[in-house]
């Protein structure tokens, strides 16, 4: 059974602070990693994804790997209440028949940025 | 253009009704997806489509049907459902279901069967 594990929260950070969100998953089989947004009511976007170790950055937003502790994290710098919603970590693998690859999702941390 | 576009918006519908949700993409993408959200939970994966051909049914209930008549839309046929069916159904497409791509979802239908 692949797992994808999140604090589910929540957590809230004061606006300007860093908001720092982690994921762990069990198949060392994955390769691909990836951060969706997901407001309330809405549905999911992604804002990052991420494929080899280490750190990707894009704008305020900051996505880190290590697939030696099979951990994968998001960083928010500089939060803003509009940053406030759920981030959902998924993980890319082959699907159980073998055929298609597909999202494991973890259960989401819901983020609020305090004015 | 990297919109995933689903219609409609929120669909109410009876235990008995036959109805239809409708998904469509023009990003050239191959791969198209199924998904089924309830409150506060992730997404659940309900089918893929795989260059038009269903390549994953997680053991999904028939009364949902899913179709794919060509590479650019996919429809979810819903009949005879039960309450607990009531969810948000989400469409997703991405390049192709092979390789490790990110997927790209639409706004959703919201669902409720009474």
């Known amino acids: 059974q692949k797992e994808v594990e999140q604090n589910s929260g929540p957590l809230s950070v004061p606006e300007g602070a860093i908001a720092s969100l982690n994921c762990t998953y069990s198949?060392?089989?994955?390769?691909?990693f990836f951060w969706y947004r997901q407001y309330s009511g809405k549905s999911p976007e992604l804002i990052m994804f991420?494929?080899?170790?280490g750190d990707k950055e894009d704008g305020r937003f900051t996505a880190q790997l290590n697939k030696a502790s099979q951990y994968v994290s998001l960083l928010i710098r500089d939060s803003q209440p509009s940053d406030s919603a759920t981030y959902l970590c998924?993980?890319?693998?082959?699907?159980?028949?073998?055929?298609?690859?597909?999202?494991?999702f973890g259960s989401g941390t819901q983020l609020t940025v305090l004015p | 253009d990297t919109e995933v576009t689903q219609t409609p918006k929120h669909l109410v519908m009876g235990m008995t009704n036959k109805k239809s949700l409708k998904c469509e993409q023009h990003?050239?993408?191959?791969?198209m997806y199924w998904y089924k959200q309830k409150a506060k939970k992730p997404p659940e994966l309900m089918f893929v489509?795989?260059?038009?051909?269903?390549?994953i049914n997680e053991s999904v209930p028939s009364r949902f049907s899913p179709e794919c008549p060509n590479s650019s839309l996919l429809n979810l046929h819903l009949h005879a459902l039960q309450p607990e069916d009531s969810a948000l159904y989400l469409c997703?497409?991405?390049?192709?279901?092979?390789?490790?791509?990110?997927?790209?979802f639409g706004p959703g239908t919201r669902l409720t069967v009474l």
């Open positions: 991420i494929y080899s170790n």
């Open positions: 998924a993980v890319s693998g082959v699907g159980s028949s073998g055929s298609a690859r597909q999202l494991t």
């Open positions: 997703a497409s991405s390049q192709d279901g092979l390789s490790n791509n990110e997927q790209f």
């Open positions: 990003m050239g993408h191959r791969a």
């Open positions: 489509y795989s260059y038009e051909k269903l390549s």
């Open positions: 198949d060392r089989g994955s390769q691909s």
